[in-house]
């Protein structure tokens, strides 16, 4: 009997250890599998994270280089790199842009990019980063019949000779383009002054002006905009003898623009390709937007016209957005702080 125990207990210890050695074996196997998973898992992770933010760093780079109005930047330190030298103008400028900073508050400034839609381009960006909403006349009126209205309403076929900046496009195919420029600046406009959220919107506008093509729409847009509203104000003038607001006063007044059609042939096909905006399509820019532009130009410092308004009759309701220049052709956005 004893001799039949220890035999059963040998055999089962011996079992026993039989089984835990192939156990063994099967969880050494499972932890090196699961081992070489995990090594595995995070060097592929490691990968994905690397790649993902080698991709983020392409496409911020990539952003940032085509984005056509900067991030903001300190004013004085802007100041000090662009206006080095103990030259005059090196002087009054430095002196100009502390004044700013010590009367105005203003600390920092976005550069905007340097080409002929550049004052065009820092209005419409200011009035969208900031939310501003249609102007009251285009809420009234659908802005993407005006190309129809002013060509067969109006009998304006001369707008086939319309430019479009730097593709100076001409002929029957100018219509459907303009309607083109018009569809953009409206949903643009509408989607970016309805996003109430001030960071998605600031996103949404960096997007958008990065974006060459979609861009120049915009600013097309707003050039016909204007010759829409120039020749509104001609047509009221010959029926009223007697002008509308003073601006156009002023317009007509030149030689280069006594009438819509010679407006547009010298002045507005030439913007965004060889010329800007000059004062008085300022005052008109404003108009037209119902926004007080104010303008502090540099060039300018120590006289009446350092701080300018457009236009100068403005109401009380309209916003207000700013811009400085150092010489009246390229603008940039002044941010102030308290």
């Known amino acids: 009997g004893r001799h039949e125990v220890w035999s059963w207990k040998t055999a089962s210890k011996e079992s026993l250890c039989l089984m835990w050695q192939k156990v063994k074996v099967q969880l050494m196997l499972s932890m090196s599998f699961l081992t070489a998973v995990f090594w595995y898992c995070r060097r592929l992770y490691s990968f994905l994270a690397q790649l993902l933010k080698r991709w983020s760093n392409c496409l911020q780079r990539k952003l940032i280089r085509n984005l056509s109005v900067l991030p903001e930047v300190d004013l004085l330190g802007y100041s000090a790199r662009e206006w080095k030298g103990e030259t005059k103008q090196a002087k009054q400028m430095r002196e100009a842009y502390e004044e700013l900073f010590r009367s105005c508050h203003i600390k920092y400034l976005r550069q905007v990019k340097r080409d002929n839609y550049s004052v065009i381009r820092a ?132 030689d280069s623009s006594s009438d819509p059609l010679s407006f547009m042939m010298n002045h507005l096909n030439s913007i965004g390709d060889s010329i800007c905006l000059d004062q008085v399509e300022l005052f008109l820019l404003g108009y037209l937007l119902e926004v007080k532009i104010r303008v502090y130009r540099l060039h300018r410092f120590n006289t009446e016209e350092f701080q300018v308004n457009y236009p100068d009759e403005y109401r009380r309701e309209w916003n207000e957005i700013s811009l400085l220049t150092e010489d009246d052709r390229y603008y940039h956005i002044p941010l102030f702080r308290t």
């Open 123 to 254: 209005v419409l960006f200011q009035i969208f980063s900031q939310g501003i909403p249609f102007p009251s006349w285009m809420k009234e009126r659908d802005i993407l019949k005006l190309p129809e209205k002013l060509l067969y309403s109006q009998g304006c076929n001369w707008i086939q000779q319309y430019s479009f900046g730097p593709e100076r496009y001409t002929g029957p195919n100018a219509f459907g383009k303009l309607r083109k420029c018009m569809e953009a600046l409206k949903t643009n406009w509408a989607e970016i002054s309805a996003t109430r959220d001030h960071e998605e919107r600031g996103n949404m506008c960096n997007t958008l002006f990065s974006d060459e093509s979609k861009e120049y729409k915009l600013y097309e847009a707003i050039k016909f905009i204007m010759l829409y509203e120039v020749v509104e104000a001609y047509e009221e003038i010959k029926g009223r003898e007697e002008p509308v607001h003073s601006l156009f006063s002023l317009l007509f007044a030149r």
